[in-house]
């Protein structure tokens, strides 16, 4: 098992920046491919960003390309969302997720936190 708890949403201003922080305790997080998603109320939940187990493979949904980076740290078994450029439609309730592959649909994925709440007025 894994457990994963999100942390750093809140509500920002259109352009502004925010980090998200998803720490992860239990299995080894090394091993884990990880990754960030998000869903609006009566929306599916969308994919956002992912990262391989060892830091080198990245991708993104196209709609946060060159805004969002997502980066990890294995030593503080943390997975970071840093969002700039922030704009109103990327209000949503953001999701981390763990599994074996850095993929970017939901079914990928074995493990989710809670989530946080990100609002972005404009």
Aim: glycine share 14%.
């Amino acid at each position: 098992q894994v457990q994963l708890v999100e942390s750093g949403g809140g509500l920002v201003q259109a352009g502004g920046s925010l980090r998200l922080s998803c720490a992860a305790s239990g299995r080894t997080f090394s091993g884990y491919a990880m990754a960030w998603f998000r869903q609006v109320p009566g929306k599916e939940r969308e994919f956002v960003a992912a990262i391989g187990w060892s830091g080198d493979s990245t991708r993104y949904a196209d709609s946060v390309k060159g805004r969002f980076t997502i980066s990890r740290d294995s030593a503080k078994n943390t997975v970071y969302l840093q969002m700039n450029g922030l704009k109103p439609e990327d209000t949503a309730d953001y999701y981390c997720a763990a599994g074996r592959r850095p993929s970017s649909m939901r079914i990928g994925y074995d493990y989710w936190g809670q989530g946080t709440q990100v609002t972005v007025s404009s």
